[in-house]
C-alpha cells in the first residue's frame, strides 16, 4: 500500500470538487461568524444594580452567570448578554448603556443585537439532561422567572428569543433537540400570560394560563 501511494494512489475519501474563494472577489453572501471582542470594566456593580436590585433576580444565578461569562458588563457599563450553542457563542445583545465614557459622561439606554449574532437565536439557560423549554420575551423575564423558581427548576431550557417569529422558535426547537436535548413539553411566557404546550412528534396540545 506504501508503494501504491508513493506512485500517487489516492486512498483517503475526497470531494469532487472545492469551492475556492479568490482573495480579491468580494462574495456578498459569505456569512462571516460571529466574534466578539468585550473590553469589561474593573467593577462588577452595574450588573447587581441593574439585575439584582431593579428585577429581583438571585444573586447566586447572576454570580454564577458572571463567572461563567454569559453576562458581561463592557467599559461603557453595558449588560452584555452572551448567546450559547452547544458550549459556543454565536451572538449576543447588549440592553442597557447606564454611562458612555466616551461621550462626555452620556447617560441613556440601549437595546442592540450584536452583528453576526445567529438570526433569530437568543440568550439561552440549560439545566440539567432538559426535557421542556420556555421561551421568554426578554434576558430579564428568564432571569425572574428563573429566580422564583430557583429551587424547583431542573431538566430545562430557558430561552429568550431576539425575534419572536414563530419560524425562529420552531428553529430553536430543532437546535436544541439536534443538540441532545429531549423535549417533551414547551412553554411561552409572554408577560403575565404562559402558554403551555405537550409537544410529541405526533401532536401540539395548548392551554393558556393567565
Same mark, same amino acid.
Given at each position: 500500500?506504501?508503494? +501504491?501511494?508513493?506512485? *500517487?494512489?489516492?486512498?483517503?475519501? @475526497?470531494?469532487?470538487?472545492?469551492?475556492?474563494?479568490?482573495?480579491?472577489? /468580494?462574495?456578498?453572501?459569505?456569512?462571516?461568524?460571529?466574534?466578539?471582542?468585550?473590553?469589561?470594566?474593573?467593577?462588577?456593580?452595574?450588573?447587581?444594580?441593574?439585575? /439584582?436590585?431593579?428585577?429581583?433576580?438571585?444573586?447566586?444565578?447572576?454570580?454564577?452567570?458572571?463567572?461563567?461569562?454569559?453576562?458581561?458588563?463592557? !467599559?461603557?457599563?453595558?449588560?452584555?448578554?452572551?448567546?450559547?450553542?452547544?458550549?459556543? !457563542?454565536?451572538?449576543?445583545?447588549?440592553? *442597557?448603556?447606564?454611562?458612555?465614557?466616551?461621550?462626555?459622561?452620556? !447617560?441613556?439606554? +440601549?437595546?442592540?443585537?450584536?452583528?453576526?449574532?445567529?438570526? *433569530?437565536?437568543?440568550?439561552?439557560?440549560?439545566?440539567?439532561?432538559?426535557?421542556?423549554?420556555?421561551?421568554?420575551?426578554?434576558?430579564?423575564?428568564?432571569?425572574?422567572? $428563573?429566580?422564583?423558581?430557583?429551587?424547583?427548576?431542573?431538566?430545562?431550557?430557558?430561552?429568550?428569543?431576539?425575534?419572536?417569529?414563530? +419560524?425562529? @422558535?420552531?428553529?430553536?426547537?430543532?437546535?436544541?433537540?439536534?443538540?441532545?436535548?429531549?423535549?417533551?413539553? %414547551?412553554?411561552? @411566557?409572554?408577560?403575565?400570560?404562559? @402558554?403551555?404546550?405537550?409537544?410529541?412528534?405526533?401532536?401540539?396540545? $395548548?392551554?393558556? %394560563?393567565?
Amino acid at each position: 500500500m506504501k508503494s +501504491e501511494r508513493a506512485k *500517487g494512489l489516492i486512498t483517503e475519501k @475526497v470531494p469532487l470538487a472545492a469551492k475556492q474563494l479568490e482573495p480579491d472577489f /468580494v462574495y456578498g453572501q459569505k456569512k462571516e461568524e460571529f466574534t466578539y471582542y468585550i473590553q469589561d470594566s474593573d467593577s462588577k456593580m452595574k450588573i447587581k444594580e441593574q439585575l /439584582v436590585d431593579r428585577f429581583g433576580i438571585h444573586p447566586s444565578i447572576v454570580g454564577a452567570l458572571v463567572q461563567k461569562g454569559m453576562i458581561r458588563q463592557d !467599559v461603557n457599563d453595558r449588560i452584555i448578554y452572551l448567546w450559547n450553542q452547544s458550549g459556543t !457563542v454565536v451572538g449576543g445583545q447588549i440592553r *442597557g448603556t447606564f454611562q458612555d465614557k466616551k461621550a462626555f459622561g452620556r !447617560v441613556g439606554y +440601549e437595546q442592540k443585537i450584536m452583528d453576526l449574532s445567529l438570526e *433569530g437565536y437568543g440568550f439561552n439557560i440549560t439545566l440539567g439532561k432538559p426535557n421542556k423549554i420556555t421561551f421568554f420575551q426578554t434576558p430579564e423575564d428568564l432571569l425572574s422567572y $428563573w429566580s422564583l423558581n430557583v429551587d424547583q427548576l431542573k431538566d430545562t431550557i430557558l430561552f429568550s428569543l431576539s425575534d419572536a417569529n414563530p +419560524e425562529y @422558535v420552531a428553529n430553536n426547537i430543532n437546535i436544541k433537540l439536534a443538540s441532545g436535548a429531549k423535549i417533551e413539553k %414547551l412553554k411561552c @411566557v409572554l408577560g403575565t400570560i404562559k @402558554v403551555e404546550c405537550n409537544y410529541s412528534m405526533m401532536s401540539l396540545s $395548548w392551554r393558556i %394560563l393567565i
